[in-house]
């Protein structure tokens, strides 16, 4: 289960999920409808489901006064649930970065800190938790011409430090598939671009990170509608995530046959790329083609 100290491996996007679905089972399990317990808080029905699925703050109140209703007397498991409301209300690391983080941006990253298994398909770009900082510098311009370079600076360095997961005694496990017209553009030109790829083949070294590469000569596959990460957790009430950016805004999907279907992808596109044992030498072959 995430441990719900608000440690490293969490985040308020995931505690809220994990109080939400906690009071669902308690609501549920003693007959309470969505009505009787918004009812109970001086709230609506929508706002009950909201906070179920975890997609509003709790206010410490309004959880206490659900327990009473749901029958929880224990008091140790009503402080449990208590303070996980607190913690749920407390800013992640990110929230330094609010004069650069787009609102809709946030929500990844509570998840992506809390995810157990990230699994990503990148079309245009190395994958953002294994850029260096060049390479993200370089990025990142693309996207903000008129960026100051300050601003800049700041957007790198929220890249860099959503990196630190990967580096934590208890890392996520990364399978990336990347597409080969990703590793052979030359975002921010030949010296970026080679250090991007050796630092690629250093990180396929560690045992959580893995590698695929869709070769040209592959055609056209099962995801040719774009990139996408599918996101899994190691608690099993929490649904996985499939999320899909956009210029200014994403798109995050729970619902079964959403998640059916590009998992079903996904997997085609683990078989359609080359073996994830092959992935230094196809860099070291793009180096020496490219950008030696």
Same mark, same amino acid.
């Given at each position: 289960?995430?441990?719900?100290?608000?440690?490293?491996?969490?985040?308020?996007?995931?505690?809220?999920?994990?109080?939400?679905?906690?009071?669902?089972?308690?609501?549920?399990? %003693?007959?309470?409808?969505? #009505?009787?317990?918004?009812?109970?808080?001086?709230?609506?029905?929508? $706002?009950?489901?909201?906070? #179920?699925?975890?997609?509003?703050?709790? $206010?410490?109140?309004?959880?206490?006064?659900?327990?009473?209703?749901?029958?929880?007397?224990?008091?140790?498991?009503? #402080?449990?649930?208590? $303070?996980?409301? &607190?913690?749920?209300?407390?800013?992640?690391?990110?929230?330094?970065?609010?004069?650069?983080?787009?609102?809709?941006?946030?929500?990844?990253?509570?998840?992506?800190?809390?995810?157990?298994?990230?699994?990503?398909?990148?079309?245009?770009?190395?994958?953002?938790?294994?850029?260096?900082?060049?390479?993200?510098?370089?990025? *990142?311009?693309?996207?903000?011409?008129?960026?100051?370079?300050?601003?800049?600076?700041?957007?790198?360095?929220? &890249?860099?430090?959503?990196?630190?997961?990967?580096?934590?005694?208890?890392?996520?496990?990364?399978?990336?598939?990347?597409?080969?017209?990703?590793?052979?553009?030359?975002?921010?030109?030949?010296?970026?671009?080679?250090?991007?790829?050796?630092?690629?083949?250093?990180?396929?070294?560690?045992?959580? *990170?893995?590698?695929?590469?869709?070769?040209?000569?592959?055609?056209?596959?099962?995801?040719?509608?774009?990139?996408?990460?599918?996101?899994?957790?190691?608690?099993?009430?929490?649904?996985?995530?499939?999320?899909?950016?956009?210029?200014?805004?994403?798109?995050?999907?729970?619902?079964?046959?959403?998640?059916?279907?590009?998992?079903?992808?996904?997997?085609?596109? %683990?078989?359609?790329? #080359?073996?994830?044992?092959?992935?230094?030498?196809?860099?070291?072959?793009?180096?020496?083609?490219?950008?030696?």
């Amino acid at each position: 289960m995430v441990p719900a100290e608000g440690g490293p491996a969490t985040g308020p996007t995931v505690l809220r999920m994990l109080l939400g679905a906690q009071l669902r089972r308690l609501r549920e399990g %003693c007959g309470v409808t969505r #009505e009787g317990a918004g009812w109970e808080i001086r709230a609506s029905e929508s $706002k009950i489901s909201r906070m #179920e699925l975890g997609r509003v703050g709790f $206010k410490e109140r309004d959880v206490s006064d659900l327990l009473t209703l749901y029958g929880v007397k224990d008091p140790h498991e009503r #402080e449990s649930l208590l $303070k996980l409301a &607190r913690d749920a209300n407390n800013p992640g690391w990110w929230h330094r970065y609010g004069d650069v983080l787009p609102t809709w941006f946030q929500s990844y990253l509570g998840l992506e800190a809390a995810a157990a298994l990230i699994r990503s398909y990148e079309v245009q770009f190395v994958p953002g938790l294994l850029q260096t900082r060049d390479y993200a510098r370089a990025v *990142v311009s693309l996207g903000h011409r008129r960026a100051t370079p300050d601003e800049l600076d700041r957007r790198v360095d929220l &890249r860099i430090q959503r990196q630190q997961l990967l580096h934590r005694p208890d890392p996520p496990q990364l399978w990336a598939v990347v597409d080969e017209a990703a590793l052979r553009r030359p975002i921010g030109g030949r010296e970026v671009m080679r250090g991007q790829l050796t630092a690629l083949i250093e990180a396929t070294r560690a045992p959580h *990170v893995r590698v695929q590469v869709i070769p040209f000569d592959a055609g056209g596959h099962a995801a040719a509608g774009g990139a996408f990460t599918i996101l899994r957790f190691g608690d099993q009430d929490l649904p996985d995530i499939v999320y899909i950016e956009q210029l200014t805004s994403a798109i995050y999907l729970d619902k079964r046959e959403d998640l059916d279907f590009y998992a079903v992808a996904m997997e085609r596109l %683990c078989v359609e790329a #080359e073996p994830p044992e092959r992935t230094p030498q196809i860099l070291t072959r793009i180096i020496d083609e490219l950008y030696r």
